[in-house]
């Protein structure tokens, strides 16, 4: 069993910065691939970004490419997520998930992870 744990949420103004940070843990030291989501209110869950086990991969969407950036430190085995120029349209619920296949490239599709974390909230206020 893979523990995924997200921290770092909170509110910020709009224009603010947060970093996420997501720990994953299991019996083994071995690395997984990790996504963040993302879910608001009324809305479906979507992907924020991902990044592949050793960080040669990794993949934004639209609307946070150029204000977010995913990177990893595998030697603590935890993937962060920094948020710049946050909008009040980033507020949501934010998910860190592990994927146990292995594949060298970032994956995008929520089914393709095992182990999801159980979300950290972030709002930004205007």
């Known amino acids: 069993q893979v523990q995924v744990v997200e921290s770092g949420g909170g509110l910020v103004q709009a224009g603010g910065s947060l970093r996420l940070s997501c720990a994953a843990s299991g019996r083994s030291s071995r690395r997984y691939g990790m996504g963040w989501f993302r879910r608001a209110p009324g809305k479906e869950r979507e992907l924020v970004s991902a990044?592949?086990?050793?960080?040669?991969?990794?993949l934004y969407a639209d609307s946070v490419k150029g204000r977010f950036t995913i990177s990893r430190d595998n030697a603590k085995n935890t993937v962060y997520l920094q948020m710049n120029s946050l909008k009040p349209e980033d507020t949501a619920v934010y998910y860190c998930?592990?994927?146990?296949?292995?594949?060298?490239?970032?994956?995008?599709?929520?089914?393709?992870?095992?182990?999801w974390g159980q979300g950290t909230q972030v709002t930004v206020s205007s």
């Open positions: 998930a592990a994927d146990s296949s292995y594949t060298v490239v970032a994956e995008a599709n929520p089914s393709r992870y095992d182990y």
């Open positions: 990044i592949s086990e050793s960080a040669g991969s990794t």
